[in-house]
């Protein structure tokens, strides 16, 4: 139980994290200036658990994070007090979720998070490792992001095994933003943010299309970071 936080930098990110947080400190640590609050434990109606009882958020004047995720069970009502109380936005549960899933999905939302995806999208494809994705919810501006790449510029690449091929879906930027033009990671000339290409593919013209990509895929609904799907391309994983 603890919570992680990060200020973004030149090409990286500074984190820090802390276990076993008692109340006073876990207060304290939340009120500092951050990009990114990732609290990892349990929550209740009476509010983050913490070693010696439980923190709610309405005690704290101030939470310094602009983005946040209380990976916790039934988080929703805390979420909301940390908006109040000055984040941006974040990622909530709205009921029990179970440790291992709620790991897999969180590892994936601080990616994307990171990576340049807005909070609704990052959090929409990472609750894909989920087998119940409605457990998770965004409170706040949901279109808002972290510095460094545009959600525009973000490309979602789906594939799906058909015929002896794979079907490619790419996604380029997100539907909600502002249309603007971009270079496509497949075919010839640009299109607009939140359009799509499509395309069919061998498997080695699959991994091709994989290499260097810097961008989650969904297999057939599961996450993939581009470089681990076209790892498991160039194995014997039954899964692929």
Not at 14 to 36: C, Q, S
Not at 81 to 106: F, I, K, W, Y
Request: charge should be negative.
């Amino acid at each position: 139980r603890g919570k992680c936080s990060g200020r973004s930098g030149d090409g990286g990110v500074n984190l820090g994290v802390e276990h076993w947080l008692v109340r006073g400190a876990i207060a304290a640590t939340v009120r500092e200036p951050t990009d990114l609050c990732y609290y990892i434990g349990h929550c209740d109606r009476s509010g983050l658990r913490c070693t010696d009882g439980h923190l709610d958020v309405v005690d704290v004047d101030e939470w310094g994070a602009d983005v946040f995720f209380l990976n916790a069970c039934g988080s929703y009502e805390q979420g909301v007090s940390m908006v109040e109380a000055g984040s941006v936005a974040g990622a909530v549960t709205l009921r029990p979720v179970l440790d291992n899933q709620a790991e897999r999905v969180g590892t994936a939302f601080v990616q994307l998070v990171t990576g340049g995806f807005a909070i609704e999208r990052a959090l929409r494809i990472a609750s894909r490792r989920a087998i119940m994705n409605t457990d998770y919810a965004v409170v706040g501006d949901g279109a808002y992001g972290l510095g460094g790449p545009n959600d525009a510029d973000r490309v979602l690449a789906r594939v799906r095994p058909a015929d002896g091929c794979f079907q490619v879906r790419v996604e380029h930027g997100a539907a909600h933003t502002t249309a603007t033009h971009c270079q496509p990671r497949h075919g010839e000339g640009t299109c607009l943010s939140g359009s799509e290409r499509r395309a069919s593919m061998s498997r080695e013209e699959l991994r091709g299309f994989l290499q260097g990509l810097d961008a989650p895929v969904l297999y057939e609904n599961r996450y993939y970071q581009a470089a681990d799907l076209r790892k498991a391309l160039s194995t014997d994983d039954p899964e692929i």
